[in-house]
């Protein structure tokens, strides 16, 4: 289970830890309470060591919602830029690029 922590002066929720595929609901839901008290989250994932393709699909329909101004932010490369990749049907390539539309 990935460990959620929100830093409100950066609007930053930062995921640690293991991503388990029952981890996309609890992602879901945070995205959604920190995005309704503020406009802009970052989701920072540079510390989380791995990520299933159920909270990668989360994070990319709350990334693709406009209305959300959700950024994700990720090391370049590392096992989870690729999971996101992949889950975005790049094929786990695209230049450090998400394309999120």
Same mark, same amino acid.
């Given at each position: 289970m990935c460990t959620i922590l929100y830093e409100a002066e950066q609007r930053r929720l930062r995921l640690t830890g !293991?991503? /388990?595929?029952? &981890?996309?609901? !609890? *992602?879901? &839901?945070?995205?959604? *309470?920190?995005? *309704?008290?503020?406009r802009g989250l970052i989701v920072d994932l540079t510390a989380l060591e791995s990520l299933t393709a159920e909270v990668a699909a989360e994070l990319l329909t709350a990334a693709r919602d406009r209305s959300r101004r959700v950024s994700i932010v990720r090391r370049s490369g590392s096992d989870v830029d690729r999971a /996101?990749? /992949?889950?975005a049907g790049t094929g786990g390539s695209a230049d450090g690029w998400l394309p999120l539309r």
């Open positions: !293991r991503c /388990l595929p029952d &981890d996309g609901p !609890r *992602v879901a &839901d945070a995205i959604a *309470v920190w995005t *309704v008290q503020r /996101l990749l /992949l889950a």
